[in-house]
């Protein structure tokens, strides 16, 4: 548990700097950088979808609960060759989760004291109108 903290204390000192004399981040500030690593991430997967021929659209949908790895939630004509990608792909992943946990601290600071379900999953969609994030519960065999 001590890891997984220091890892995300590590992931936000990287995307928002150092803090300055204790001064706090506008929630503005990290809705505008959500939405930046979002965009770069549907960058990147499109970047690395291209060699193996898969564009978009069709769209592709991306979901990760706590008890599920990241996996690809539709059914898309090249499932098969996107999930043989995403398949120990620990760049996607890894840039998958920071842009998850930008999400969830605006989630969090927009609904205060709110007590998510447990199986609420974080889902990335990447369409030909651009990414699309949002929470939502799933069903996986993890």
């Known amino acids: 548990m001590y890891a ?14 150092s803090a300055n004399g204790g001064e706090a981040l506008p929630l503005s500030g990290i809705r505008e950088r959500a939405s930046k690593e979002l965009s770069q991430f549907a960058s990147l997967v499109r970047s690395e ?5 898969i564009a978009i ?3 592709i949908s991306f979901v990760s609960c706590n ?7 539709n059914e898309h004509p090249q ?10 792909n ?10 998850e946990v930008l999400f969830e601290l605006v989630r969090a600071a927009e609904n205060a004291g ?19 994030a949002y929470f939502d519960s799933h069903r996986c065999d993890g």
């Open 90 to 99: 620990d760049r996607v992943a890894k840039y998958f989760k920071e842009v």
């Open 67 to 73: 008890h599920c790895a990241l996996t690809l939630e």
């Open 4 to 17: 997984e903290g220091t890892a995300v204390s590590s992931a936000l000192a990287r995307l928002f700097g």
């Open 114 to 132: 709110e007590i998510f379900p447990e199986d609420s999953c974080f889902h990335i969609g990447l369409t030909s109108a651009g990414p699309v």
């Open 79 to 88: 499932r098969d060759a996107i999930l043989g990608w995403l398949e120990g």
């Open 49 to 53: 979808l291209a060699p193996l021929g």
């Open 57 to 59: 659209p069709p769209a």
